[in-house]
């Protein structure tokens, strides 16, 4: 996959894609549906994004909502076999752009598009002005395609991301997996912490969850690929998701503790599948009851993880 941070510049070679368009928060099972649809043109498959979220962007001291980062999402557009992915950058210039200018300048001029694909209530330019009604209306003038993805329900319920927060907030991942077609995955950096883990004989490879949507805090059996270093591949562990009110810690991080592993994961970067959710947080009569309620933690953990 091809990843381009500006709609200006490109190659022949990187334009006149397929293109589905949209903020793809989760890439989930309705998000899915429209990348599908874009590919069915037989052209190569683009992805036209935001980065960061126009939300993020117009309410920057809102509470942390994205279900993915912008390395996670990368991650899973690159597994659904998108040939070029353009990751524009959402600022005052694009907030301000009215959406002909945004079809004129950025889709037809820069990206060159063929086709582009579109749920139903998609939303775009400069106060939301533009609809499927304006994309279909220059799509004439222009002589590029247009499709739009009807949004997709299960057991009656539609898919989006605020349905998949709700579920990851009650503790319920296995369902958020049912809306988004996959686990729910926090990526990101190992970063160095207080190294208690270690102490205590359960090390521990520590995340930051800044920006992003916090889960029913409390402990999870999870699945780890670390995606570099000398230690690639695929794992399974138990993380502890909270502030460790043991210790007076008041700033949300993930914790994991990987089953059989040994070796020095700072600086790599991980991608924590949340699978089951244990318990929530709890503080204990001492480090004694902490450790061995870790053990139940890992055992329960490794029971879990045998079926999945």
């Given at each position: 996959?091809?990843?381009?941070?500006?709609?200006?510049?490109?190659?022949?070679?990187?334009?006149?894609?397929?293109?589905?368009?949209?903020?793809?928060?989760?890439?989930?099972?309705?998000?899915?549906?429209?990348?599908?649809?874009?590919?069915?043109?037989?052209?190569?498959?683009?992805?036209?994004?935001?980065?960061?979220?126009?939300?993020?962007?117009?309410?920057?001291?809102?509470?942390?909502?994205?279900?993915?980062?912008?390395?996670?999402?990368?991650?899973?557009?690159?597994?659904?076999?998108?040939?070029?992915?353009?990751?524009?950058?959402?600022?005052?210039?694009?907030?301000?752009?009215?959406?002909?200018?945004?079809i004129d300048e950025v889709l037809v001029a820069g990206l060159g598009i063929a086709h582009v694909t579109v749920g139903a209530d998609f939303r775009f330019g400069k106060g939301r002005g533009g609809d499927v009604a304006t994309l279909q209306s220059a799509a004439k003038r222009h002589g590029f395609g247009v499709t739009v993805a009807q949004l997709i329900r299960i057991d009656g319920v539609e898919i989006s991301s605020t349905a998949i927060r709700k579920a990851l907030s009650d503790g319920r991942p296995r369902d958020a997996a049912r809306m988004l077609g996959h686990w729910h995955r926090i990526e990101g950096e190992v970063l160095h912490g207080d190294k208690r883990g270690r102490d205590l004989g359960f090390p521990t490879a520590n995340m930051g969850l800044n920006g992003l949507h916090l889960p029913r805090l409390g402990v999870y059996a999870v699945k780890v690929d670390v995606l570099t270093g000398p230690h690639a591949g695929s794992y399974r562990g138990v993380a502890s998701l909270g502030v460790r009110p043991m210790f007076g810690s008041n700033q949300p991080n993930l914790e994991t503790y990987i089953f059989d592993f040994s070796g020095d994961l700072y600086g790599q970067h991980l991608s924590v599948a949340l699978i089951d959710f244990l318990r929530p947080e709890m503080t204990f009569d001492g480090i004694p009851a902490l450790v061995e309620q870790m053990r139940r933690d890992c055992e329960a953990a490794r029971a879990i993880l045998a079926s999945v």
């Open positions: 996959m091809r990843t381009h941070f500006h709609w200006t510049g490109l190659s022949e070679a990187d334009r006149g894609a397929s293109v589905a368009m949209g903020n793809f928060d989760g890439v989930h099972l309705g998000h899915q549906a429209v990348i599908d649809q874009a590919r069915r043109s037989g052209l190569p498959l683009g992805i036209v994004t935001f980065e960061p979220h126009p939300r993020e962007y117009f309410a920057p001291d809102s509470p942390p909502f994205r279900l993915m980062n912008a390395e996670a999402r990368m991650h899973r557009l690159e597994k659904l076999g998108v040939d070029q992915l353009y990751q524009l950058p959402f600022d005052a210039r694009l907030a301000g752009m009215e959406a002909d200018r945004f």
